[in-house]
């Protein structure tokens, strides 16, 4: 699909004028609400767009900003977008171009690939330069045809994963293991050699597991241990034992092309609440069940 | 004659397998069963009859009723109450060890004993910062003593038990005396052994008195009526004779109504992680082998070559059969040779009466299930208890298990032997 095939010239506006973020939204929304039925409209809508963008940040690196709405029994998608000559701060980031997206609860998936090509459009400096230099919506909507920018049909797991993900070699120590972890916050990451090549994972259970004695695991519980001297094995060890030794070596991965629904069925599956995307044997993402809960889910 | 070879082409081959586990032992077991079947050389449905069900179900129902109780924690509790009674010191933690396990194990099968308190030990050692690989060594071989005490403590006891007409209480009459003083000297044994050089610091003591075992029983109620379901079972066993029943049907029940007692919903956990099919399947395998020995002659062969050399000296015979089945046993697995034995000695027992052959039965019994000791790979509790040394770092050696062991079934046949000697004869 055509990104210009949702896109009604009436609801794009290049605006010269000095504005406050409100004042853009205020404009966008009534000119939504002068040829669209929907639940909600005015100053209510105004207020649920504001709502929102407390929950979720829209504001991107590459100057676009994309608030987004989700209305019960509105089965449609309206993309509104605003042209601002006079950038907007949004907390320190410089907004150009503000696009309003109000779907229905249940299509997440168009709204998510809009905004995929939205994303990809706003990094494109010649398109946006086209872009800006229109007069006005329909001449908006002409170029964006002429460019034939693309909104896909389907959502893969390369459009929700994190790109170049935190990794870590087998040959590391534990101790590295455990500043990254740390650092990064994260309780599991891919393993992988030199050149990328995935090799299988590490997770904080994994460390853990070291400080434990395996004879104490054949027990059926602890709770007798008043005061043993938990994971001193860990901490005496830590720069001795390698990522090797404790890391996984399964085979359990998800290709850049699975489909959502395929991403959630192995990680139910395999009971792992992040899986690495794996292509022609290198590592090329991760994706976290939140992920999939945030930007899916509740996206 | 032709199919005689085969047979014996196959039971050579499978006890191989048994013995080297180049395959898996069940494995091998079951497709040598299948085997005398696929040469005609027992026809299915005669082979599926030589299966002793008694031996199979009296397996899965033990299995059910040491799955619920493991799960109360009784077990550990006790190991663990042993360790304080012995007031931490190490050489007496040793020794009562030594005789829990023996005791535990006469009702429970020793690779369970031995995978219950071995990491109880291993802890132990760890919080006393001593050396645990005696306390390993000297557990498994307490395993196998004591697990010759009862019907139900060794699968060849299970074995001959079913084979034969002995109840649970001729097993008491006849081996317990022999395996209390067996237990006894070996206590004495492991004193000379360890008396000296182990030295634990009062605060390392200390940490093991703190432990709170009671804590480890989580539900007292379910305790206190498996504790009441396993009393009546073994006074079912005990009343045998009077109840006019066999082993098995007494230990399914109690089995299957520990787990109605236990958690309804769990019972597939059980089926799944505590029947042991592996084993089962491994026994049902080597009847079906058996049975084409039996079904060729073979086993008629060999019995009357035997009674012709031994001149019909029972005496003899036991004392021969008790030593071949320690040295075999300590190199093979008991219960191939035990399945095998059993055919043979009642071809045997059909030119003598059943009193003279009492000592025949108990010879093959305290040597099959005490030769295990002889070196490391001569029971499956050995095996376990040294895999999970092996897990925690403590390397044992086959010598280093070897030479101990070694002391210690030479001092338990020599008793066997001598009390064959004086009892029957």
Aim: with cysteine.
């Amino acid at each position: 699909m055509y990104l210009a095939s949702f896109l009604d010239a009436r609801d794009i506006c290049i605006e010269q004028r000095v504005l406050s973020k409100q004042q853009v939204y205020q404009m966008l929304v009534d000119r939504i609400c002068a040829h669209h039925q929907l639940p909600s409209c005015g100053t209510k809508l105004l207020e649920l767009i504001l709502q929102r963008e407390e929950e979720a940040p829209v504001a991107y690196a590459s100057g676009i900003a994309i608030p987004h709405i989700r209305m019960e029994g509105f089965e449609d998608t309206v993309v509104a977008m605003a042209f601002l000559q006079n950038p907007i701060d949004y907390e320190g980031t410089k907004i150009s171009w503000i696009v309003l997206i109000i779907t229905d609860k249940t299509s997440s998936k168009t709204y998510l690939n809009i905004v995929a090509a939205l994303l990809k459009l706003s990094k494109d400096s010649e398109a946006m330069a086209n872009l800006a230099a229109a007069h006005d919506g329909h001449s908006v909507v002409h170029r964006l045809k002429e460019m034939a920018v693309m909104v896909k049909k389907d959502l893969f797991i390369s459009d929700i994963m994190i790109v170049d993900p935190v990794s870590i070699q087998p040959g590391a120590t534990l101790k590295e293991l455990n500043t990254l972890m740390s650092q990064y916050g994260i309780a599991g990451l891919p393993v992988v050699d030199q050149n990328l090549n995935y090799l299988g994972e590490v997770n904080i259970l994994d460390l853990l597991k070291v400080g434990i004695p395996d004879y104490l695991m054949m027990l059926d519980n602890l709770n007798f241990l008043m005061s043993f001297e938990p994971l001193e094995k860990l901490f005496e060890n830590e720069n001795e034992i390698k990522v090797s030794e404790i890391m996984s070596r399964d085979e359990i991965y998800l290709r850049p092309e699975a489909s959502i629904i395929e991403a959630v069925f192995e990680m139910i599956l395999h009971k792992k609440r992040y899986m690495s995307v794996v292509k022609e044997g290198k590592l090329v993402g991760l994706v976290t069940a939140m992920d999939v809960l945030r930007k899916v889910i509740t996206a | 004659m032709i199919h005689m070879l085969i047979a014996l082409a196959i039971f050579g081959i499978t006890y191989l397998m048994i013995m080297t586990e180049w395959i898996n032992k069940m494995t091998a077991a079951l497709l040598g069963g299948f085997l005398v079947i696929v040469f005609h050389i027992v026809e299915q449905e005669k082979a599926f009859m030589a299966v002793d069900w008694n031996v199979i179900f009296l397996l899965i129902g033990m299995m059910m009723v040491m799955a619920v109780l493991k799960e109360t924690g009784i077990f550990q509790y006790t190991a663990i109450k042993t360790a304080k009674l012995a007031k931490a010191s190490p050489l007496r933690i040793m020794l009562f060890m030594f005789a829990v396990t023996a005791i535990i194990s006469a009702f429970l099968d020793n690779v369970t004993t031995v995978m219950i308190l071995v990491p109880i030990a291993l802890l132990i050692a760890g919080e006393l910062k001593i050396d645990p690989i005696p306390f390993i060594i000297t557990m498994a071989i307490a395993s196998n003593i004591g697990g010759t005490a009862t019907m139900i403590g060794d699968p060849p006891n299970i074995l001959i038990g079913s084979a034969t007409d002995y109840t649970f209480m001729d097993f008491i009459y006849h081996l317990t005396p022999i395996v209390a003083l067996i237990t006894i000297s070996s206590l004495g044994i492991t004193y000379l052994l360890y008396r000296k050089g182990i030295r634990v610091s009062n605060e390392n003591k200390a940490r093991l008195m703190e432990y709170r075992e009671e804590n480890l029983i989580k539900n007292r109620k379910l305790l206190h009526r498996s504790l009441i379901v396993v009393f009546l079972m073994l006074s079912a066993f005990m009343l045998q004779d009077r109840l006019n029943l066999e082993i098995a049907p007494i230990a399914m029940v109690s089995g299957l109504i520990l787990l109605i007692l236990n958690n309804r919903k769990r019972v597939d956990k059980v089926l799944v992680n505590d029947i042991d099919w592996a084993t089962i399947f491994f026994f049902i395998g080597l009847f079906m082998i058996v049975e084409s020995l039996i079904e060729t002659g073979f086993i008629g062969l060999i019995s009357d070559q035997i009674i012709r050399l031994s001149g019909s000296n029972i005496k003899a015979a036991s004392l021969i059969i008790l030593w071949f089945s320690g040295f075999f046993s300590a190199i093979i697995d008991n219960v191939p040779f035990v399945t095998t034995m059993i055919p043979l000695i009642k071809d045997i027992g059909t030119h003598f009466s059943r009193e003279a052959m009492h000592p025949v039965w108990w010879a093959l019994s305290l040597g099959a299930c005490l030769g295990g000791n002889g070196t490391l790979i001569g029971a499956s509790a050995n095996i376990v208890s040294v895999g999970i040394a092996h897990r925690n770092g403590y390397v044992i050696k086959f010598s280093d298990f070897t030479k101990i062991g070694v002391i210690y079934t030479l001092n338990s046949l020599i008793l066997s032997s001598l009390y064959i000697w004086i009892r029957y004869f």
